[in-house]
């Protein structure tokens, strides 16, 4: 993956939902031939702490590592999907076969069709891979595995989707619980609360690759408050696909003339420009932002992706 055009993106951590910067790169694979070394990998076991997904995230880190001889025990001891993807990369180049005969048995696995995909590039075959990767990403579209197939279909765009940033601090002691914890206390939360729990509990839910889910949610706190334009702009977030950006832009086009001076609308347009590398324009509506309030979570915010896009080119 290479990195050749620094944005802004926010990375909204589950300990407490706070607010961090991280740089977005462009998902752009190598030329479609056949590559040195085993394809990447990618297991997201979200927030489970069980024995299997922890032995899953050490044999994926090992892999990673280089360390395939390593893995490829901890991956045969399991029968999910996951350890049957991470063990016929793990053979790679012979297991191959093993990897295209589970993508044969699984066409509704987005993990296995991911797999296959990048095999398939790996490969040099580019026209199989993309196939594969749409695959994955209509089978299971509210999964971080749809997301990264949808990253390597739309190579010309940064990694992931826009986040949605909250205007309000998280619930007291949500940071000192652990990520499983947090996940129910907040779906909690947000099954009898209100507007505010259920952006948070939306937010959660984008954080852990669950787009679809989180639209949900958003969506249920604009229904509960129609005049508010913050749920209004969650749901514009929340709809961001890279194969029709107008869906976000659509909605938050007519919200910043109808709130010119809202930091809420103000900084997801800016955040959302830049996934279509429009530098220049995203940094003027992250500086009206930063004006409505310098000092509020957003304002924070705001200057610091502003300080963070200097000297990156514009357009």
């Not at 029968?79 to 076969?97: M, Q």
């Not at 699984?106 to 095999?119: C, E, F, I, K």
């Not at 509990?201 to 508010?228: I, N």
């Amino acid at each position: 993956m290479r990195r050749y055009l620094i944005t802004a993106a926010a990375a909204l951590a589950a300990a407490g939902l706070t607010v961090g910067l991280t740089l977005a790169t462009r998902t752009t694979p190598p030329h479609p031939h056949k590559q040195p070394g085993s394809p990447p990998l990618v297991l997201d076991l979200g927030v489970r702490t069980d024995p299997e997904a922890v032995a899953l995230r050490r044999a994926a880190n090992l892999y990673d590592g280089g360390k395939v001889e390593v893995a490829a025990p901890i991956f045969r001891r399991y029968n999910s999907l996951e350890a049957e993807v991470g063990s016929a990369l793990a053979a790679w180049p012979h297991g191959f076969g093993d990897l295209a005969a589970l993508a044969r048995a699984n066409p509704r696995s987005s993990v296995v069709q991911l797999a296959y995909g990048l095999a398939l590039y790996w490969r040099g075959d580019q026209a199989g891979a993309e196939t594969a990767w749409r695959t994955a990403r209509n089978a299971q579209p509210d999964t971080p595995y749809a997301l990264r197939a949808e990253d390597l279909l739309h190579p010309n765009f940064p990694r992931g989707l826009p986040s949605f940033v909250p205007s309000f601090p998280a619930p007291p002691g949500l940071g000192r619980l652990s990520p499983p914890r947090q996940l129910v206390f907040l779906e909690s939360r947000a099954r009898t609360g209100g507007v505010r729990d259920k952006l948070l509990y939306g937010v959660a839910l984008q954080r852990l690759g669950r787009q679809l889910s989180a639209l949900r949610e958003f969506e249920a706190a604009a229904a509960l408050a129609p005049r508010d334009p913050e749920p209004q702009v969650a749901v514009a977030v929340g709809r961001f696909d890279k194969a029709n950006p107008s869906r976000t832009f659509s909605r938050l086009g007519p919200l910043a003339q109808r709130y010119p001076r809202n930091q809420s609308v103000r900084i997801h347009l800016g955040l959302s420009l830049l996934w279509l590398g429009r530098v220049k324009k995203a940094k003027e509506e992250l500086s009206l932002a930063r004006t409505a309030g310098p000092r509020t979570t957003l304002g924070v915010e705001a200057s610091r992706f502003l300080e963070r896009l200097k000297g990156v080119g514009t357009r």
